[in-house]
């Protein structure tokens, strides 16, 4: 079937993305697909709606209109009376390109995507989707630039195209006489992982068959595909803020407690401490529990550092003492950091303790924070008894006196050992699947 553009069934119009086209916008572009060009504008407010005051995300919208002389006939502007048609295709916009943003590192603002079609051949939402994710990412672009944003809140890729059934032959990227004339039109909207976010689809000469949904399907994959890469050429240095490799600080300069935190996420974070982070402040630590003090630390790193922040409290609590040294483990004898004195004072207050009721427990409490202030808090535990000698020469703090199931003391384990079953390591495991999320 000859195409009106000589086109092959499977071949996308001719594209182009020119960014930076309206020098007053906070992002913007014009695309051109075929005979249909749209600008897209994107605008930042610093605020956002009543319905997320106070909840620490952003927002994203969009509106979409056609110019008067869009479609060669005149059409009217819209008034007080919006055209049905532009609002639900800035629904569809909106509801596309939030799927691109992870909201909790917008911070508290909004974006609006403003699509204007200057001429209409067939596509207008799809191109509008495609060009307003570009207008997006270099309005993003230009907020980390202002020092507003410290990474990137684009988690995905998003574009969209048309596809569709046109005299029995499954087309991609339909023009105005083509969808005109099409038996079976379909739109598609998809990120960078060939997932779906959108698909409408309609028989509207005739049903069609789910063999045809099949080459319909393939057909939108390969338009999506080609379009992603015309986006981040047109992006050029900016498409790094597409999905970045998020940053996360260890609220501590313990190389050791660093190293072991990235080997477990592997290369899904990029892990620093705080000093890399730029952060030197004293944190006083002065909550009631494990997880508040965990809390309060990942917060203020957080807070500072505009990434995410990862902070940790840990100490040994035994039964016969009501949960004692507790949060005060560091600093049991009065000052901080004496192991003998801290070790010496607990021996002496579970003097009269015998062997059956000495059971005991280190803890750990791991407390993630957003930058946005959004913290998830877990607890690593790991069991043990308190010996009435100390027993092996290795580790630190109470290690010589806790021994564990195995029947050796923390201090007898190598540091292998000791890592593979401790308490940092089962709260770790707790926290990796709020780690694999960012």
């Not at 609002?87 to 909106?94: A, D, K, N, P, Q």
């Not at 799927?99 to 909004?110: I, K, P, S």
């Not at 407390?367 to 308190?386: F, H, M, Q, Y």
């Not at 027993?391 to 890592?419: C, H, I, V």
Request: proline share 4%; aromatic share 6%; net charge negative.
């Amino acid at each position: 079937m000859p195409r009106p553009d000589n086109r092959k069934p499977s071949e996308l119009r001719p594209c182009e993305i020119i960014p930076d086209f309206v020098s007053t916008a906070d992002g913007s572009c014009l695309i051109r697909c075929g005979g249909t060009r749209v600008i897209c504008t994107a605008s930042v407010e610093e605020t956002v709606p009543p319905f997320l005051k106070g909840k620490n995300l952003g927002w994203l919208t969009a509106e979409y209109a056609m110019l008067p002389a869009s479609t060669g006939r005149r059409k009217q502007r819209d008034g007080l009376k919006k055209d049905g048609r532009g609002v639900e295709i800035s629904r569809l916009i909106g509801r596309a390109l939030r799927q691109a943003v992870d909201r909790r590192f917008l911070g508290e603002r909004t974006v609006t995507i403003d699509c204007d079609v200057l001429e209409a051949d067939g596509g207008t939402r799809t191109a509008s989707i495609t060009g307003g994710f570009v207008a997006l990412v270099c309005a993003v672009d230009k907020l980390i630039r202002q020092g507003k944003l410290k990474e990137s809140p684009i988690a995905h890729q998003i574009a969209a195209v048309s596809a569709g059934i046109v005299d029995d032959t499954p087309c991609l990227d339909l023009c105005y006489l083509e969808d005109s004339a099409a038996q079976t039109d379909m739109n598609f909207v998809m990120d960078e992982t060939g997932a779906f976010i959108e698909l409408q689809g309609t028989g509207e000469g005739r049903a069609f068959t789910r063999g045809e949904l099949s080459q319909i399907l393939v057909l939108g994959e390969k338009g999506i595909d080609e379009l992603q890469e015309i986006q981040r050429q047109a992006l050029g240095s900016r498409a790094r803020h597409i999905a970045p490799k998020r940053t996360l600080v260890i609220a501590s300069n313990n190389e050791h407690k660093i190293r072991e935190i990235s080997d477990m996420v592997e290369d899904r974070l990029n892990v620093i401490s705080m000093k890399e982070a730029g952060f030197t402040d004293d944190i006083d630590e002065n909550g009631d529990t494990f997880e508040e003090n965990a809390a309060i630390k990942a917060r203020a790193v957080a807070a500072a550092t505009g990434y995410c922040a990862l902070g940790d409290d840990s100490g040994l609590s035994v039964d016969a003492l009501d949960g004692a040294p507790g949060v005060h483990s560091a600093r049991y004898c009065g000052h901080h950091g004496d192991d003998k004195a801290n070790n010496d004072l607990l021996i002496a207050n579970m003097a009269d303790i015998p062997a059956e009721d000495r059971t005991a427990e280190f803890v750990c409490a791991m407390a993630l924070s957003l930058p946005n202030g959004d913290v998830k808090t877990v607890r690593g535990t790991c069991p043990g008894v308190i010996t009435f000698t100390p027993r092996g020469e290795g580790g630190f703090g109470y290690d010589p006196y806790f021994e564990y199931l195995s029947g050796e003391t923390f201090a007898e384990m190598n540091q292998e050992e000791k890592n593979r079953i401790s308490h940092r390591a089962h709260a770790m495991q707790l926290m990796l699947p709020y780690l694999e999320e960012l």
